[in-house]
């Protein structure tokens, strides 16, 4: 990303008034890591260009980076204004912030209006992703049969590597192992490197809700061969926690915050997925305290952190086990 950024700014450097060029630096800087410059690159592209609406999202993704969540929903409030494609982005957005946040009644409020809203243009990467984020919402407030309709609706408007991938971990959340292990033999079958990778983190997964730690950490190894993925990373660190083998989870939770900025778009195709990046201060406390026994500086710092990010959390498992840690 580093290096992105680098040939990205040569690009503006050429043609600083266009807006494409400027967008791009902004968003290889949100994937970097980098809020200051996504911002700075962002606002430079509205002001050229103030319909071009991945502007916005790369502006909103730089603010919620930098930590102010608030200044990102206005900044999709004003996108929502641009054009109706925008809208249908700067929904997308908000709902993401509501999941972020741990809001999921209000994300499931936000999702179906926006649904509705793209009823004349469904299949875009941003109306698709709504379905997908409603299951995720619908499966927090244990809706399990109505996730597996919003999956299935999803699915047949698309079948793109990330819904596929996406698909069958919410299938997986909604005890349907069998239907996600399928969408994993299909990305498997493919030939390109990043949809085989998906399959095993899926496979991985499965295995991991079996209890199989040391083949699920078998096969996450294998996929971050394929293609080294922040999502790899995470499911990695989980798998280690639960192989008891603390150092090497902080490994990996370390290599999350390093590459935080791509968790804003797992796919890095600009949908947004902020709502992924909380929990890593989660588990960095759950590391933490395996590393240095309960209630050390560091596991607390972590889990009120993560606190703070959910304070305006509805019921969540994860939430009140933080909460426990911490009294």
């Given at each position: 990303m580093a290096k992105a950024m680098e040939e990205g700014r040569k690009a503006v450097d050429l043609e600083p008034k266009n807006t494409?060029?400027?967008?791009?630096?902004?968003?290889?800087?949100?994937?970097?890591?980098?809020?200051?410059?996504?911002?700075r690159e962002a606002r430079a592209a509205i002001a050229l260009n103030a319909k071009y609406e991945k502007a916005y999202i790369?502006?909103?993704?730089?603010?919620?980076?930098?930590?102010?969540?608030?200044?990102?929903?206005?900044?999709?409030?004003?996108?929502?204004?641009?054009?109706?494609?925008?809208?249908?982005?700067?929904?997308?957005?908000l709902a993401d912030?509501?999941?972020?946040?741990?809001?999921?009644?209000?994300?499931?409020?936000?999702?179906?209006?926006?649904?509705?809203a793209d009823a004349a243009d469904p299949k875009t990467d941003w109306a698709v992703a709504k379905l997908l984020m409603l299951a995720e919402s619908q499966l927090a407030q244990n809706k399990k049969p109505a996730a597996a309709e919003s999956i299935g609706k999803a699915m047949d408007l698309s079948t793109s590597d990330p819904v596929l991938f996406n698909s069958a971990q919410l299938l997986i959340r909604a005890d349907q192992e069998d239907k996600a292990a399928r969408l994993a033999s299909q990305l498997a079958a493919l030939h390109r490197p990043e949809p085989r990778a998906y399959a095993k983190v899926i496979s991985a997964e499965i295995l991991l809700s079996r209890q199989k730690t040391a083949e699920a950490i078998d096969m996450l190894s294998e996929a971050q061969n394929l293609t080294n993925t922040?999502?790899?990373?995470?499911?990695?660190?989980?798998?280690?926690?639960?192989?008891?083998?603390?150092?090497?989870?902080?490994?990996?939770?370390?290599?999350?915050?390093?590459?935080?900025?791509?968790?804003?778009s797992l796919f890095l195709d600009d949908v947004q997925t902020v709502r992924y990046l909380p929990e890593v201060s989660y588990y960095q406390g759950r590391a933490s305290e395996a590393l240095s026994g309960n209630g050390n500086p560091k596991a607390l710092k972590c889990?009120?952190?993560?606190?703070?990010?959910?304070?305006?959390?509805?019921?969540?498992?994860?939430?009140?086990?933080?909460r426990s840690r911490v009294r």
């Open positions: 494409i060029r400027r967008v791009n630096l902004a968003l290889y800087a949100v994937y970097a890591g980098d809020a200051a410059t996504a911002a790369a502006l909103a993704l730089s603010q919620i980076l930098d930590g102010n969540v608030d200044e990102a929903a206005k900044t999709y409030g004003q996108l929502q204004g641009v054009t109706p494609r925008g809208a249908s982005m700067a929904s997308t957005g912030i509501a999941m972020y946040e741990g809001r999921f009644t209000d994300a499931a409020s936000i999702l179906e209006k926006g649904i509705a922040w999502i790899g990373h995470f499911q990695l660190a989980r798998a280690y926690l639960q192989a008891s083998a603390a150092a090497d989870a902080d490994s990996e939770i370390d290599r999350c915050l390093k590459r935080r900025g791509e968790a804003t889990f009120s952190q993560f606190l703070a990010l959910k304070s305006k959390s509805q019921a969540d498992p994860v939430v009140e086990d933080a």
